[in-house]
């Protein structure tokens, strides 16, 4: 009887042992978490062998954009990632490029009780010059730093066509000071490089179709309480806005006949619990610079005022959702 007990006993703590193992395991499996889809061409047949990268955009202090993993499309252009429960709660965008062509999609992440996500991503064709791409809005935010003057500059565009458009053989110039240090591109696309000339950036972009933004930022040196800053804008660019924090640099639009009757909008907007002063000059005609006054610049340090880039990292990551919308045809099925 004791024997029969002593195996009764056995049976039920190996049962109990196994219940807990099958939950352990199916807690495991449901925090799998997988983003798989499709690549195809510009005429809906799949693109075997596309490299495939699946991209992890950090939003905490300066933002982030770099790979996490990479793959090919297999001959069906299927692919697949699997991703660890600990990065789940990350925004992430999937690119995917061939010798002949290149996409990404918008950015993404999952949502509460997800675990699989779906983007079929198609491969467009490519146009070769800047011509069909429509520039709208210049941005310029300014803040102080020592013995300089931070500025960053956000250039909203659009490609109007259905293709990739390929401006290598026609590079888009852009003027700045001649003076001007430490210039950098933020490049949340691979596909976005810049190369300084003396007073000039010439950008080789190879532009998705859709709402895009060239996002950069140059030191200016100053040793003046005031100076009059011109600004060199792409053609037919529809308005200008300049930001600084408020209470701090004084920031006007120096306007000449021309522009004497331009509408300009003022008003203070709100990024991360600060304030900053806006201005925004709306531009009839084809204007290809402004001058901007920069007054009550600090000339020592201890007048320094909180930084305004994180303000730029805000608009370019944060208004309307990364502003960086959808950039080919796709389709994504959650």
């Known amino acids: ?6 195996y009764r006993l056995l ?12 939950s ?50 297999d001959e069906q252009g299927r692919y697949e990632f699997i991703i660890e429960p600990a990065e789940a709660n990350s925004f992430f965008r999937i690119e995917a490029m061939t010798e002949k062509s290149t996409t990404s999609s918008e950015p993404f992440k999952f949502k509460k009780g997800q675990f699989v996500k779906s983007m079929r991503l198609i491969l467009p064709t490519i146009k070769k010059g800047a011509t069909y791409l429509d520039f709208g809005r210049d941005i310029l935010v300014v803040d102080a730093m020592e013995s300089a003057l931070r500025i960053t500059e956000i250039i909203r565009f659009s490609n109007k066509s259905n293709a990739m458009v390929n401006t290598d053989s026609e590079p888009i110039i852009k003027r700045i000071p001649a003076e001007a240090e430490n210039f950098q591109l933020f490049k949340g696309q691979n596909r976005f490089n810049a190369t300084r000339e003396s007073d000039k950036i010439l950008f080789r972009l190879l532009v998705p179709p859709g709402d895009n933004q060239l996002y950069f930022s140059y030191d200016l040196p100053v040793n003046k309480r005031s100076v009059v800053f011109l600004n060199h804008l792409l053609p037919q660019t529809g308005e200008m806005e300049i930001i600084a924090p408020v209470n701090t640099l004084d920031l006007s639009f120096d306007r000449p006949p021309e522009l004497a009757a331009a509408r300009i909008v003022r008003q203070v907007k709100r990024f991360s619990n600060k304030q900053y002063d806006s201005q925004t000059i709306f ?12 007054k009550n610049i600090p000339i020592s340090r201890e007048q320094f005022y909180y ?25 994504e099925n959650s």
């Open 1 to 6: 009887m004791e024997t029969n007990s002593g």
């Open 11 to 22: 049976h039920m703590r190996m049962g109990i042992l196994l219940l807990i193992l099958m």
């Open 24 to 73: 352990w395991c199916s807690v495991q499996a449901a925090e799998t978490y997988k983003i798989q889809g499709t690549i195809l061409t510009e005429k809906q047949k799949p693109a075997g062998g596309a490299v495939v990268l699946l991209m992890k955009i950090v939003m905490q202090g300066q933002p982030t954009i770099s790979p996490l993993k990479q793959g090919l499309s």
């Open 283 to 294: 531009l009839e005609e084809d204007q290809r610079e402004i001058a901007v006054v920069i």
């Open 307 to 331: 930084p305004a880039i994180m303000l730029a990292a805000l608009l370019f990551f944060g208004l309307s959702f990364f502003l960086i919308k959808r950039s080919q045809p796709a389709s």
